[in-house]
């Protein structure tokens, strides 16, 4: 059972960048794999993904703005959030995809405000 750690959240002004990362306790080479979040009172959403093939894709949302990256090497991956905007505001998550496994982790809190 993969165990994954999120970490970088934090508290940035609008317009601001912050680097999610989520170590993953087991190899997650050739593996796909997803950044979701969840803002209060809203279901979980997809934001980012890299496919096994290494194909990324976006939520319409941050497109343009948030990057997804893996190291395979370090069994690691990164969601890079530029521009960032208020409506961004949610506890961030990282887990497989396109099929998500329990349990998930204890997810970053991100927080966009002036």
């Known amino acids: 059972q993969v165990q994954l750690v999120e970490s970088g959240g934090g508290l940035v002004q609008p317009g601001g960048s912050l680097r999610l990362s989520c170590a993953a306790s087991?190899?997650?080479?050739?593996?796909?794999m997803g950044w979701y979040r969840q803002a209060p009172g809203n279901q979980r959403e997809l934001v980012a993904s890299?496919?096994?093939?290494?194909?990324?894709n976006y939520a319409d949302s941050v497109k343009g703005r948030f990057t997804i990256s893996k190291d395979n090497a370090k069994n690691t991956v990164y969601l890079q959030m530029n521009s960032l905007r208020p409506e961004d505001t949610a506890v961030y998550y990282c887990?497989?995809?396109?099929?998500?496994?329990?349990?998930w982790g204890q997810g970053t809190q991100v927080t966009v405000s002036s």
């Open positions: 887990n497989f995809y396109p099929r998500s496994r329990d349990p």
């Open positions: 087991g190899s997650i080479y050739g593996l796909g």
């Open positions: 890299e496919t096994r093939g290494g194909s990324t």
